[in-house]
DNA sequence: ATGAGTGCAAAGGCTTTGCATTAGG
DNA sequence: CCTAATGCAAAGCCTTTGCACTCAT
């Protein structure tokens, strides 16, 4: 697992217990935000409880971010500078939800539009989440 | 209140109630999504079940959009063909919202990016969502 | 050794639902 | 009139928390 996560994770006073690496290698190894249900379906030896509780504790050190995406629970992914600027493909009629890139100068109007939009608001350290919305493949 | 909505309404098979008339007024009137919370604390004499099942039924008539905006509770809004297409303001410290609208032409890039990305991974009906991050003017 | 982490079960908090009553068309 | 809507209270569901036990350092 990522050797810079584990620093960050140190770093932040934690201890990088067994638990812990697990979550960080479920994490890396997906291609969308998990659910805490996925996450305990694919490690069910792993307490709920305690996906929970660390999963905060990885929020909390910035190595994971927690993403709604509009369905009922919450999704967990890497922190962005431990992979990349990515977005996300949502299914409005099962939820399921992927990874989404999209090309370098349509990101770079975004980021620059939302942080004009911000700073006339009196916002500071404006950043931006895209959600593209639509049927997939299985629901269309 | 709208004369679109209310015909909307009836057009889902629906009745246009005085619990429903209000909850429209209120959403016309707000600047941003608005709680659960913020509704009943306006008009406290909708009860909070009818407040719920009725946002539903809205919703389900095209009437009403549910938001989450990442906080612990759903926001609700006027669809955007009974309003303007925007997007949201949210504070990372406290939670806040407000709505924002982009200059044309970015949203015309984000809509192309968005439509282009999602046809390529088999989705159909693509649009999106965009939420503009940082800290407000109270929390910074 | 010793405080943090874990697991189980119980409690919280937003949201939904059951049921008897009221009201819209 | 007759069905849908309402209000209250109870139940659901995801998430958090209390507590005794175990493990990382």
């Known amino acids: 697992m990522s050797v810079a996560a584990a620093g960050r994770l140190r770093g932040a006073g934690q201890r990088l217990t067994g638990n812990r690496q697990a979550l960080l290698e479920i994490l890396e190894r997906a291609d969308r935000p998990l659910t805490i249900h996925d996450i305990v379906q694919s490690r069910p030896d792993l307490a709920?409880?305690?996906?929970?509780?660390?999963?905060?504790?990885?929020?909390?050190?910035?190595?994971?971010?927690?993403?709604?995406?509009g369905g009922d629970f919450a999704r967990y992914e890497l922190d962005e500078d431990l992979t990349d600027h990515h977005h996300h493909l949502v299914c409005t009629s099962c939820g399921s939800v992927e990874d989404l890139a999209l090309?370098?100068?349509?990101?770079?109007?975004?980021?620059?539009?939302?942080?004009?939009?911000?700073?006339?608001?009196?916002?500071?350290?404006a950043d931006h989440r895209l959600d593209v919305t639509g049927l997939c493949k299985n629901c269309r």
């Open 48 to 69: 709920q409880s305690s996906v929970y509780r660390n999963l905060v504790v990885l929020e909390q050190s910035g190595i994971v971010r927690r993403v709604m995406t």
């Open 103 to 125: 090309p370098k100068d349509v990101e770079e109007t975004i980021g620059r539009a939302a942080r004009r939009a911000a700073s006339r608001r009196g916002f500071v350290e």
